[in-house]
């Protein structure tokens, strides 16, 4: 049985004990050689998320919620805390993309992991909030915790 996307993020909440402060469907590089990955990118208070969706396209992805909560054949979430991100960018865009690149507006993210710095590229509809409520609770954090 399909259920409603409102349905499916009360849902969603409940699985990570927290609220959704945004959400957007996206792309995930995590190498300038991988082609990405489709999902919905999700900001919660304490982590950036990301879910992939696999074997759909993103627009019937959001209409098929029921078939995202299915974990037992899907990948994990990747879970960023929001306080090992380092830095967040946007790469500069070359000449020609303006003519032939991707619509989507990209955000470069570095973040420690496991003592390792590491790198991810989002892609991201240019109408979604997410990436200045990102940058705001980046904000809200280091001035919660000051460098010492």
Known sequence: ME????????????????PVLARTMGQSFSSRDDRGEW???ILTPSALRFRETPGENWFASLFKASSSLNREKAKPDLSIPLSDI???????????????????F???IEYTALEDSRQIRFT??????????????LAAIREEKPEA
């Open 3 to 18: 259920q409603s996307a409102e349905e499916f993020w009360k849902a969603y909440e409940a699985e990570i004990g927290e």
């Open 39 to 41: 999902g919905l990118i």
């Open 86 to 104: 380092v830095s967040l960018s946007a790469p500069p865009r070359k000449f020609l993309d303006f003519l032939f690149g991707s619509p989507f």
């Open 106 to 108: 990209s955000i470069l």
């Open 124 to 137: 991201i509809d240019p109408k979604s909030d997410l990436p200045s409520l990102l940058t705001a609770r």
